[in-house]
């Protein structure tokens, strides 16, 4: 129990939210690039890269999980929330 | 502190979590509230971004919808330009064109080439004849494996300056069902809102028809940006000038085979390669590079950057050009596109048009395997 972290380390934090951001970025890019003629070009060529460094991360991301392991679930959670949790 | 006072660490406690005030009814409220907001500001982008809030606006589904409506569903083949052949060869760059791009394929050598004849409009089997207008798409293989792809037509200019006046000149043009010919009124309407179309129109039609594929310049349209190695960049649009010596149309209108144009092609690159200079032409920075409509005046710098040789013809049963979207927006590094809002609409609807025709099974083009083989 000593050994668990007390709360998600600063860099899990950072590689969440910006990996959440660059996510709603590129579902709005997606959506907008089959509907346009004049951007279309401009969008798929920011689609393309986001998504390969979309990738890159969620690689990184389970890096830093074995690194830097998630602290234990709060005891308000239930049984419900835990397993979603754990399987997402 | 006495043994008494001692207290169990609650679970909580143990984590270092404090214990914090339970929220009221109002503020529960404003949180569920935060939460609603956020949440709605997601989805708004997302229909913003994705055109539901804008119904009426001209999409790449639209615009290709708009070649099915007028000329019909043809499985598997282009949505337009329906109807070619598959040819193969090299372009041998002379250098000359390093001085302005820094793209590979300027540099002095040999590069292969893949490329595909064609005539505009929707219908695969369409007749041969000297005023449709002809296409030409090639894609250069690059030795550090980049690509340069480019669709050209032998038209001087282009008749529409933006996506929209395209797609309200195509609805224009659908045959009415009683007389076979477009409504006049619609036409005149068209031309009346877009003086542009109507000085383009007297531009191409002042260009004589040569009378087959293989002595037609192919203009490549729209302007481009050229970049060298120091960074130094210049508008330029491109040409492909025959080698072949011109020869007008024949104004003569006898009865002509259905696939004349395509088999005197096919035999003229069976008989000897067919050859053509690629030609610059490099703007000044005055030039209009956002608009297709206009020519640039005649006396711009005009560079001979190499030959084109087309030294193989194929059906498209066999081609691999038959699977190449010409997307005039595959650039190499050293090319890139310019600010006219066609590359990027043809982009798109080019895109629009290959994911619905490899959906499909093809059947057999207008110009076969055996029609190759036969020569002429």
Not at chain 1, 73 to 87: C, H, K, L, V
Not at chain 2, 158 to 186: H, I, M, N
Not at chain 2, 239 to 262: C, I, V
Not at chain 2, 324 to 343: E, K, M, T
């Amino acid at each position: 129990m000593s050994t668990q972290p007390r709360q998600f380390a600063a860099f899990s934090r950072l590689l969440h939210w910006t990996m959440a951001a660059m996510v709603l970025t590129m579902l709005c890019i997606g959506v907008a690039m089959v509907v346009s003629l004049g951007k279309y070009h401009v969008l798929v060529s920011i689609h393309r890269p986001l998504g390969i460094a979309i990738l890159i991360l969620v690689v990184v991301r389970f890096v830093n999980r074995l690194l830097n392991p998630p602290p234990p679930f709060p005891a308000s959670m239930s049984r419900a929330e835990r397993g979603a949790a754990t399987a997402s | 502190m006495s043994e008494r006072e001692w207290k169990m660490p609650t679970y909580r406690e143990a984590l270092g979590e404090s214990e914090r005030p339970r929220l009221g009814i109002p503020g529960t409220l404003a949180r569920f509230a935060l939460i609603g907001v956020a949440l709605a500001a997601v989805a708004g982008a997302f229909a913003y971004f994705g055109g539901w809030l804008t119904p009426n606006a001209l999409t790449p589904a639209r615009l290709t919808d708009a070649f099915e409506h007028v000329g019909g569903v043809h499985a598997g083949f282009r949505r337009n330009h329906a109807k070619g052949v598959g040819v193969s060869g090299f372009f041998e760059s002379n250098g000359s064109g390093e001085r302005v791009s820094e793209a590979v394929v300027f540099r002095p050598g040999r590069v292969p080439v893949i490329g595909r004849f064609s005539l505009s409009g929707v219908q695969p089997y369409v007749a041969d004849a000297p005023d449709e207008v002809r296409g030409l798409g090639l894609q250069f293989s690059l030795p550090d494996g980049e690509v340069w792809r480019t669709a050209m037509v032998n038209l001087p200019v282009f008749p529409f300056r933006t996506p929209e006046a395209f797609y309200e000149q195509l609805v224009a043009s659908k045959p009415d069902p009683k007389t076979g010919k477009p409504d006049p009124a619609g036409m005149k309407a068209f031309l009346e809102r877009h003086p542009e179309t109507v000085q383009a129109m007297t531009v191409i039609k002042s260009q004589p028809v040569s009378s087959g594929f293989d002595n037609t310049t192919f203009h490549g349209l729209n302007a481009f940006r050229l970049f060298n190695s120091t960074g130094k960049s210049v508008p330029v649009r491109w040409l492909m000038t025959p080698m072949q010596p011109f020869e007008a149309a024949s104004a003569a209108s006898g009865p002509r085979d259905k696939n004349y144009l395509f088999e005197a092609l096919i035999a003229q690159i069976q008989r000897q390669p067919a050859r053509w200079h690629l030609i610059l032409i490099i703007g000044q920075p005055s030039d209009p590079t956002h608009d297709a409509t206009i020519a640039w005046p005649a006396e711009r710098e005009r560079v001979d950057v190499g030959t084109l040789t087309l030294d193989r013809v194929e059906s498209e049963e066999t081609s691999a050009a038959t699977d190449i979207n010409f997307d005039p927006l595959v650039l190499p590094a050293g090319i890139a596109p310019s600010d006219d809002p066609l590359l990027s609409a043809r982009s798109a609807v080019y895109a629009q048009s290959f994911t619905r025709r490899e959906g499909q099974a093809k059947p057999p083009s207008a110009i076969t395997p055996a029609d190759v083989r036969r020569g002429n």
